[in-house]
């Protein structure tokens, strides 16, 4: 009587519908648990970690600044690049676009982020033919260097696998593609090879010279015949013209100076090493490329 008393007990504190809810309800939870992690993380929360932070239209500093967000601000993250540099976020107001991760103090793991954009693997630049070494001086820039040696930035840039123009550094070794001219080592005569669409005006304008000088160095019967691959030796003691420069008055932006001397924002920027064009001060002085 006392065993089936105590069976009837057990029954009633543990019935069979109980224990089948409770297995299920385990089930869905180890099936669930990943998604409501993963949706958990790309409706996280994360801050603004620096003085002002420009939100992208995508992952990377040539795409271009939608705004600016000042230090605390928050913003909702909704996925990653591959390589987790940038994040991709919605602001207050509903605009979405990309900053960069180390820019941002994030409330969750930005590796559990869905992945939203893929990287391309970075491979090597192949080896340039013919071309020489630059090291990087402090101070220096990929446009200086390109006026150096008569060549334009990006050029230079695309010959190293350079994404970000901005970021040379002292000690760098960069490859400079033939072409453009050549530094003298002991102070010689400059070599200038010619160029796609120059003329001799404008070589000696470059160089501060006349074209009347560097077609008698280099015995040209005909001044206004010259041609891409061409080597013209600049005659001692000219220079390359140096860049014109540029006092940002009040009212001023880039997209408007740009255009008054017939260049582009971009080009601005990596002469002048300007990572947001939307701050320029006015008195700022700027190297016109």
């Known amino acids: 009587m006392q065993n089936k008393e105590s069976k009837t007990m057990f029954k009633i504190r543990f019935p069979r519908k109980a224990i089948h809810f409770l297995v299920i309800t385990a089930l869905l939870v180890t099936v669930l648990a990943p998604v409501y992690q993963a949706s958990a993380q790309a409706g996280s929360t994360a801050w ?63 590796g559990n982020l869905p992945i939203t954009w893929a990287v391309p693997p970075v491979t090597p630049p192949p080896p340039t033919t013919g071309g020489t070494i630059h090291v990087v001086q402090p101070g220096e820039n990929l446009f200086r260097i390109g006026l150096r040696y008569g060549l334009r930035w990006d050029v230079i840039a695309a010959a190293n696998g350079i994404f970000n123009a901005n970021f ?34 404008d070589i000696a304008a470059r160089f501060g010279t006349t074209w009347q000088a ?10 206004n015949f010259i041609f891409p691959g061409q080597q013209l030796t600049i005659p001692t003691g000219t220079a390359p013209q140096q860049p014109r420069t540029y006092t940002v008055q009040p009212g001023d932006n880039l997209t408007a100076i740009a255009a008054r001397f017939g260049t582009t924002v971009q ?21 016109i490329p």
Request: no cysteine; net charge positive.
């Open 48 to 110: 603004v970690n620096t003085g002002r932070l420009n939100l992208r239209a995508g992952p990377g500093v040539n795409y271009g600044v939608i705004t600016s967000l000042l230090r605390n601000s928050a913003v909702t993250m909704l996925g990653r690049t591959s390589d987790a540099a940038w994040i991709q976020v919605v602001i207050p107001g509903g605009a979405q676009g990309w900053m960069r991760s180390r820019f941002l103090l994030p409330n969750t793991p930005i």
């Open 214 to 223: 560097i077609a008698a160095a280099n015995n040209l019967a005909n001044p």
């Open 168 to 201: 040379v550094f002292a000690g760098q070794r960069l490859i400079i593609p033939p072409g453009g001219t050549v530094p003298p080592p002991t102070g010689g005569p400059r070599i200038h090879i010619v160029q796609r669409g120059e003329t001799l005006r």
């Open 267 to 287: 080009a601005i920027m990596i002469a002048n090493n300007i990572a947001n064009p939307n701050l320029i001060a006015r008195g700022q002085v700027l190297t």
